[in-house]
């Protein structure tokens, strides 16, 4: 049997250290705790790794601090289009919607659409009423709300008209909330949620819905959940071109994911980071920026960062 291993990213869009109140360290640091050991509760259990980071994604779902589910980014015109997407290394299954404005918990979405396995991606609308004709909580749009998340789209607006965007902090460009995990059969599985950037242009999709770019699953190699500029991500098929340079190159998942985060991607000048697991249970977290939420958990303990190595 394998020892189970969970790490999960909330987003490298992390507030600036200089701006982090001790209240704020304290609700992301419990919050990523809180997502770590439901996932971790999973693992030991017996679950399979794709009920695990089902069940992490699913905590920072319902936690403001982050950009996904409850508190997501709002686009230009005011509005939350969520996208998430799973997929199961061990099947090779995956799921995704993108777009989605009424599902409480896009990550159970995406998970019922890789469980029946056709069609693995519904967006919008679609996604909406799908999700509601399988009995999962659909609510109003309003509902994913928060004052900060107004305020951000306000500040980012208001750059628009100043044409000072480039000067956003990362933590309003963009934000997502991830995980991947090894359970005790030697199966991976990876999981992604996201409310994209603010002030986004309506109907605008980045890489977390889409497979192989910010979500990847292989037994083989490794599972990756990805944060960051979405449109590099799906430039470069980051995802499966981690799993791609393990499978054929020999690269080690701290080389592969080194080398995209903070030679490839930063050299075409996105933010970025992953949390990613191997097939020996090796975690790696890279990220580019100032902080990146972040956490793993085994049998030797938990971990949880946002700012500090």
């Not at 001790?22 to 259990?45: F, I, N």
Request: charged share 20%; glycine share 12%.
């Amino acid at each position: 049997m394998t020892n189970p291993v969970l790490a999960i990213h909330g987003g490298c869009g992390a507030i600036p250290k200089a701006e982090l109140t001790p209240d704020a360290d304290r609700e992301a640091r419990a919050a990523l705790r809180q997502a770590l050991e439901a996932g971790h509760a999973v693992l030991t259990s017996g679950g399979s790794a794709l009920e695990a980071v089902t069940a992490a994604v699913l905590v920072m779902e319902d936690a403001p601090v982050f950009n996904s589910g409850y508190g997501a980014a709002l686009n230009r015109d005011g509005v939350h289009e969520l996208d998430a997407s799973v997929m199961d290394g061990s099947s090779g299954l995956a799921g995704a919607v993108a777009g989605a404005r009424r599902i409480r918990h896009p990550v159970l979405a995406a998970r019922a659409l890789a469980v029946q396995s056709d069609p693995l991606l519904l967006i919008g609308d679609a996604a909406d009423r799908w999700a509601e004709a399988q009995g999962l909580e659909v609510v109003d749009n309003t509902f994913f709300s928060t004052p900060s998340r107004h305020e951000a789209l306000e500040r980012m607006l208001e750059r628009e008209r100043q044409g000072t965007l480039q000067h956003a902090p990362e933590r309003d460009k963009h934000g997502t909330v991830g995980a991947a995990a090894l359970d005790r059969h030697g199966h991976l599985a990876a999981a992604t949620s996201t409310g994209g950037y603010t002030a986004k242009p309506c109907g605008r999709v980045g890489d977390t819905p889409i497979i192989g770019a910010g979500t990847w699953a292989d037994d083989r190699t490794c599972a990756v959940s990805g944060t960051g500029k979405g449109e590099l991500f799906i430039r470069r098929a980051l995802g499966h071109e981690i799993h791609a340079r393990m499978l054929y190159q020999g690269a080690t998942l701290a080389e592969a994911t080194d080398a995209l985060i903070h030679e490839d991607l930063k050299a075409l000048g996105g933010g970025a980071g992953l949390c990613a697991v191997d097939r020996e249970g090796r975690v790696a977290l890279p990220f580019n920026t100032e902080g990146m939420y972040r956490g793993w958990i085994s049998a030797d303990g938990i971990y949880v960062a946002v700012h500090e190595d």
